[in-house]
């Protein structure tokens, strides 16, 4: 079994700050895990991906995550809030494939000027 | 870059009516995916087509049903609308379902009143 619990709904940072947005995943195995971005009215972007290469995943638009096994995390960070971060952002998480994904009910990051 | 393209964006319905939700990608993948996202609940898989000529059931199927018409289309039928359909609708596309990076279209919103 999988499941993934991310653990603040909505995150508010001043622009120029550090973001982090928390997630935690179950699973029996190895998983494999993603963060995707939702800008408002959008599709889901992928932000990174882990598949059990390199713990420390950098993506897209300055957006790292740390796969850490013994606290079953996979928290995704940035060092320096910018105006257009505000979205929301899904961690999601798979044992076997596409069609297994399972996603975390989403955190609304909101970036005060 | 067209990427998933998914037709139309919005939709109100009656309760009883049916339609059908279009969905082409230009990728060449072979996986497409049809989701659904409501409120505080993630995004959750309703049918997938893991490969031109076949479809599968996801986690909600109930009240829907699909068909692939070819490589590059995917639509999304709702024979008989309900209230409880009342959702955000998402198609994907990948290009196996073996953990590629899945592209989403920009939803369509949809109404049953």
């Known amino acids: 079994a999988q499941s993934v619990t991310q653990l603040d709904s909505h995150v508010s940072v001043s622009e120029g700050t550090p973001v982090l947005l928390r997630c935690n995943y179950s699973s029996s195995y190895s998983p494999s895990l993603f963060w995707y971005v939702q800008h408002p009215n959008k599709g889901l972007q992928l932000l990174l991906k882990y598949t059990s290469a390199a713990t420390l995943v950098k993506g897209i638009n300055g957006f790292e995550a740390e796969f850490k096994k013994s606290e079953t995390s996979f928290h995704l960070t940035k060092p320096s809030a910018h105006m257009s971060d505000a979205a929301e952002y899904f961690c999601?998480?798979?044992?076997?494939?596409?069609?297994?994904?399972?996603f975390g009910t989403g955190t609304r990051l909101t970036i005060i000027p | 870059n067209a990427g998933v393209t998914q037709t139309p964006k919005f939709q109100v319905l009656k309760t009883g009516q049916s339609m059908t939700l279009q969905c082409a990608q230009d990728?060449?993948?072979?996986?497409m995916y049809w989701y659904r996202q409501d409120p505080g609940m993630g995004l959750r898989l309703i049918y997938y087509s893991a490969s031109e000529g076949t479809t599968d059931k996801g986690e909600v199927p109930n009240g829907y049903n699909v068909s692939r018409l070819n490589k590059r289309e995917f639509s999304l039928r709702l024979e008989s609308a309900a209230p409880s359909q009342t959702s955000v609708y998402f198609c994907?596309?990948?290009?196996?379902?073996?953990?590629?990076?899945?592209?989403f279209g920009e939803g369509s919103w949809l109404t049953v009143v």
């Open positions: 994907a596309s990948s290009r196996t379902s073996a953990g590629n990076t899945i592209y």
């Open positions: 999601v998480v798979t044992l076997f494939g596409n069609e297994k994904l399972t």
């Open positions: 990728m060449n993948h072979n996986s």
